[in-house]
Every structure is written in structure tokens, then in C-alpha cells.
């Protein structure tokens, strides 16, 4: 394996450098992976709200994928926001002709002031395609909702996003009403492992990006899929205990903050 794995992923461009990609590209790069990002949509927004957005022609997306794909080993895959439906079904295309390399799915719907990232059907299109294909998926609580309305607790969420296909689920707790982070890992229809971590006092933009692409970049690496989780919740927590508000909204992670220690 490559000393510095590749590590593909889909998501949109942010220009308050949050989220998205430049998130991705990070975290990825602290991760020491090389970073091969993939542009799905446009956005306007910036740490208070997502304005708009707008979707890469399909056949852009597809033809900077296979590009790097015929070129790079990519050791992992990751998808954030994917835009549109037909964006998704394309990267499912792809995703099948890779069924070997590992795949983190970050289901990102909506933003976190609830301003929705795609089309209705999108999150159809994510059940029935993407998550069967996925090696572990990370919401959040409002995503692990949405992703299985019918279920009536997060465990039960994350047991029916498991019957459909993908080999681990990690909630995470961040909107959840409880005095510590308590995210939870499940695997084969039970809860593998829950971690908890002290609730920092902002409200943070680019953390999921932050840890699904931790995740990704040490699954690259080779670490499996419980030391992964572990490393990457850890590489998170301590890029938004460093985080700092360069704006009027959220803070933001300083996914960079072991490079501006002292020590």
C-alpha cells in the first residue's frame, strides 16, 4: 500500500471552508492521506446557512472520478453531499466497479439550520443505492431519523439502515439533549461500542465532514473499522475543542490544530 493513500471523495464545494470539500481535504491531509476531491454542487453559504445550492452536471462529476481513478490506487472512498439524484446514481455506477475499496457515507440531507441539500428523492436514492454499498455510514441523529422514519428509537434507526446493506452504522449525538456526546457504533444488528465525549460549548460547521473523512482517511491506511471510528472521534473532538468563529455563525474545526502546537 501507498505510504500516502489516496483517498477519494464527493461532496460539495463550501466557500466558508467548513465543510465540504476543503473539510474533507483537511482532515485527509491530517490524516497523512492525499486528498482526490471530487466536486458535486456549488454552494452559497456561509457559517450561519446554506443560501443555495447548485448541482455539477452528472457527466463532470463521473469524468473527474474515472480520471483519477484510471490514474490513482484509491484506497478509500467518502461521499458528502452528492447535489442531486442523478449525481447519486452515478457515483453508484462508479462505486460498482470498485466494490473492493472501502466506502464512508456521510448522508448529508439538509443543512444543519435544516435547509434541504437535494432533491425529495435524493434520500430514496440513498437508501436503495448507496447505503447497501457503504463499508459504515455516520449520521447524525436528525439524519438517522430521517434516513428510517418508521423507526421509534436511534437504535432502531440504525438497525433498519443496517437491514439495508451496509456493514456498520455510527450515530452521532451531537443534537441530542444529553449532558455528554454519546455516539454509538453498530454492527450486525446491535450496538457495538458506545463512545463518549464532553459536550464543547459552541455549535460547530464541518464536523460531520470532519469525522466521516478521519474515518475514510484511516480505513486507507489500514486500520480497521472500530479503530478507525475511535481515532477519527478523537481527531474531531480536538479539532472543535480548537475550533475558532471566523464569522457571525458556527465555529469552525481547526483541523489543523496539532500543527500549531507547541510541543
Known amino acids: 500500500m501507498n505510504k500516502t493513500p489516496v483517498v477519494m471523495t464527493f461532496a460539495g464545494h463550501d466557500p466558508s471552508g467548513g465543510a465540504g470539500l476543503q473539510a474533507d481535504i483537511e482532515t ?32 463532470h462529476v463521473i469524468a473527474q472520478a474515472r480520471a ?61 443505492m448507496l447505503i447497501p454499498r457503504a463499508t459504515i455510514i455516520t449520521p447524525n441523529s436528525k439524519e438517522a431519523r430521517r434516513l428510517a422514519p418508521e423507526a421509534d428509537t436511534l437504535d432502531a434507526c440504525a438497525i433498519a439502515l443496517l437491514d439495508l446493506g451496509t456493514e456498520f ?13 454519546i455516539n454509538t457504533l453498530y454492527q450486525g444488528h446491535q450496538r457495538l461500542e458506545s463512545f463518549t465525549w464532553e459536550r464543547l460549548p459552541h455549535s460547530y460547521h464541518g464536523s460531520g465532514c470532519t469525522l466521516a473523512a478521519g474515518i475514510a482517511g484511516l480505513l486507507a491506511h489500514g486500520l480497521d473499522v472500530f479503530q478507525a471510528c475511535h481515532e477519527a472521534q478523537d481527531f474531531t473532538w480536538h479539532a472543535l475543542a480548537a ?20 510541543d
Open 169 to 181: 452504522v455510527l450515530v452521532t449525538g451531537t443534537h441530542e439533549h444529553t449532558p455528554h456526546v
Open 28 to 59: 485527509l491531509a491530517s490524516q497523512g492521506c492525499h486528498a482526490s476531491p471530487v466536486l458535486t454542487a456549488l454552494t452559497l453559504q456561509d457559517t450561519q446557512d446554506v443560501m443555495e445550492f447548485s448541482a455539477l452536471d452528472t457527466a
Open 68 to 128: 483519477i481513478l484510471e490514474d490513482m490506487p484509491v484506497a478509500a472512498f467518502k461521499t458528502g453531499m452528492l447535489g442531486s439524484i442523478d449525481n447519486a446514481l452515478a457515483i453508484h455506477t462508479i462505486l460498482e466497479d470498485y466494490p473492493h475499496i472501502p466506502l464512508v457515507l456521510d448522508p448529508v440531507l439538509a443543512s444543519g439550520n435544516d435547509t434541504r441539500l437535494g432533491e425529495p428523492g435524493l434520500t430514496d436514492v440513498m437508501r436503495d
Open 243 to 262: 475550533g475558532y468563529r471566523p464569522g457571525m455563525g458556527q465555529h469552525l474545526p481547526n483541523r489543523l490544530f496539532w500543527a500549531q502546537q507547541d
